[in-house]
């Protein structure tokens, strides 16, 4: 069984800043990419951003271009979701995913373990 554990959910001002983090734990497993969605009130789930495991390199929705910075941690098995210039329309219910195959990075149907959502409200 894989967990995906998201924390540093919460409520700030428009212009503020987060921090998410999501941790891996369980058994073993073959990690191609790793990725942020996030789901709104009465809104279907979208991609965040994604960041490939072993290249590093990341992908951006163009809504959070700019404003928003995955990064990963090998040695911890986290990757984190930096948020800045944070507006209302971010908020959200946002999720960590984990991708084992080579697939579109972008696509929800490419990742294989969720984990349970953190809550953002960025308030006007």
């Known amino acids: 069984q894989v967990q995906l554990v998201e924390s540093g959910g919460g409520l700030v001002q428009a212009g503020g800043s987060l921090r998410l983090s999501c941790a891996a734990s369980g058994r073993p497993f073959t990690r191609y990419a790793m990725g942020w969605f996030r789901q709104g009130p009465g809104k279907e789930r979208e991609f965040v951003a994604a960041i490939i495991w072993r290249s590093g390199r990341t992908y951006y929705s163009d809504s959070v271009k700019g404003r928003f910075t995955i990064s990963r941690d090998n040695a911890k098995n986290t990757v984190d979701l930096q948020m800045n210039s944070l507006k209302p329309e971010d908020t959200a219910k946002y999720y960590c995913?984990?991708?084992?195959?080579?697939?579109?990075?972008?696509?929800?149907?490419?990742?294989?373990?969720w984990g349970q959502g953190t809550q953002v409200t960025v308030s006007s």
């Open positions: 995913a984990a991708a084992s195959r080579a697939y579109g990075v972008e696509i929800i149907r490419s990742y294989d373990y």
